[in-house]
């Protein structure tokens, strides 16, 4: 990096030539100093990694390990307790769908005129006020919306790296 | 493993379990990495704590990495949102342009055997108020700057990993070169005071 160097890419700017004031600040700035990571940087990061994936592959195989235990013993309390509890359990769930089955579809049904009337209601009201002027208005408040909320947006991301501003 | 294995290969020999190939990615990208998160937190033991925290969220997210991309597109963006999340709770300590060309001044890699010390001096003096001149710049010409010049990548590259068009990237490093230029010449580096001096009998 010396200043020959800097003193062209400076001239190559002044002269409004793009490409060539883009090769000399290229050059200029490749001999710039750069930090080299102390020694033991690539063992850590080594380390680090290893020590994840280790940890991983630990919690990986407990869960498996534990996986397996839950359905052994799944498999086991039901082979055990089947005789007993089968006929209540089956009896239960019988009686539970025989009274749930219809309550559900009959409040299904209630639930389902309520909304039809609900929807014919705001039909008839939104026919009354909708005319193309309102129409338009409703959309371009929209619209104006959509644009603030990208504008926000762009600001947000251009602010990004803030703290770092000298 | 080949030494001259692609980046792609050692990510995917590293993703199969080969330590010696992620030790190799590592030692590839030790220098960028540290190199271009000292630009933004400038300081060198933070910039080496963040890239460690980035070659380990790049060893977890190595199974997402799509070897039809360019991995130092894909690097540079982990570093870059990790660099990002950490500004964004921390805010940094303001420099002054002294301390930002001390900062400047480290590890100056000078070409001392064929330098005179008036010369080495002048080199230093020049990478130092390039590097101050670079933290004054707005940080995403100084993201465009340090991708494009310090870390070599292309201009398409640099669009993929800030998610901009080519184009936009293009004026950034045109306006960035032009800002640095004239914070430089503000600083007495540009031609014209040179040209003065010499006019001086």
């Known amino acids: ?166 | 493993m080949s030494v001259a294995a692609s980046d792609a290969e050692l990510a995917r020999d590293a993703l199969a379990g080969s330590e010696a190939a992620y030790r190799e990615l590592v030692t590839r990208y030790a220098t960028p990495a540290v190199n271009f998160i000292f630009r933004f937190v400038r300081d060198r033991a933070l910039a080496e704590d963040l890239a460690q925290e980035g070659f380990l969220r790049v060893y977890q997210r190595l199974n997402t990495f799509d070897p039809s991309r360019r991995f130092s597109s894909w690097f540079f963006q982990v570093l870059r949102n990790i660099t990002i999340d950490y500004l964004r709770v921390n805010r940094l300590p303001t420099s002054s342009l002294d301390e930002l060309a001390e900062e400047g001044n480290q590890g100056a890699a000078v070409d001392r055997e064929s330098a005179s010390p008036e010369q080495i001096a002048g080199q230093r003096e020049l990478a130092a108020a390039m590097s101050a001149a670079l933290a004054r710049i707005r940080p995403e010409y100084r993201e465009v700057v340090v991708l494009r010049y310090q870390e070599g990548l292309t201009q398409p590259e640099i669009a993929e990993i800030l998610g901009l068009p080519s184009g936009t990237v293009k004026t950034y490093l045109h306006r960035a070169r032009k800002e640095l230029a004239g914070i430089l010449a503000e600083q007495g580096w540009g031609p014209a005071t040179e040209t003065l001096s010499s006019e001086v009998p």
């Open chain 1, 1 to 166: 990096m010396d200043r020959k160097q800097l003193e062209r890419w400076l001239a190559e700017e002044e002269g409004g030539h793009d490409d060539a004031a883009d090769a000399a600040f290229a050059q200029l700035f490749t001999a710039m100093p750069r930090l080299e990571p102390r020694p033991a940087f690539v063992e850590q990061a080594v380390a680090a990694a290893w020590q994840w994936r280790a940890r991983r592959r630990r919690l990986v195989a407990f869960g498996w390990a534990a996986a397996a235990v839950l359905v052994a013993a799944g498999a086991l309390a039901a082979y055990l307790a089947s005789p007993t509890l089968a006929p209540p359990f089956i009896k239960v769930l019988a009686f539970v769908s025989g009274r749930a089955v219809p309550w559900f579809v009959s409040y299904a049904t209630v639930a389902m005129s309520s909304w039809l009337t609900l929807v014919h209601v705001g039909g008839v009201i939104a026919s009354a006020l909708v005319t193309p002027a309102r129409v338009a208005a409703l959309v371009g408040v929209e619209l104006f919306g959509l644009l603030a909320f990208f504008a926000l947006q762009r600001i947000a991301g251009a602010g990004r790296f803030g703290d770092a501003q000298v």
